[in-house]
């Protein structure tokens, strides 16, 4: 199992941009396939972006793709959402995840950060 701890959230105004960062302990980093989720009060975890073992890469279909990128350094034991061009509905906690295969399911990412707050403003 994979021990996540994410960073990088905060509040910023519509248009600007972020980067989140995962780091990961624990071993075989480079086995696992990284996602990024998005939580808010009144939706469950949503599916942002997920990248694989050797950089395959999975988006979302709203309006994700072209403005969010994500990455992965294996020998750094770390995976990274460039944010940009961010948007209020771009607000939530985002949760960094590891999972056995290339996915979108929640329920298929079996390790799970604490979650970092990213704050949209109009």
């Known amino acids: 199992q994979v021990q996540l701890v994410e960073s990088g959230g905060g509040l910023v105004q519509a248009g600007e941009s972020l980067s989140l960062s995962c780091a990961a302990s624990g071993r075989a980093f480079s086995a696992y396939v990284m996602g990024w989720f998005r939580q808010t009060p009144r939706e469950e975890r949503q599916f942002v972006a997920a990248i694989g073992r050797s950089g395959e890469i999975l988006y979302s279909t709203d309006s994700v793709p072209g403005r969010f990128t994500i990455s992965r350094d294996n020998a750094k034991k770390m995976v990274y959402l460039q944010m940009n061009s961010l948007k209020p509905e771009d607000t939530g906690v985002y949760y960094c995840?590891?999972?056995?295969?290339?996915?979108?399911?929640?329920?298929?990412?079996?390790?799970w950060g604490q979650g970092t707050q990213v704050t949209v403003s109009s």
């Open positions: 995840a590891a999972a056995p295969h290339l996915t979108r399911a929640a329920e298929d990412f079996g390790s």
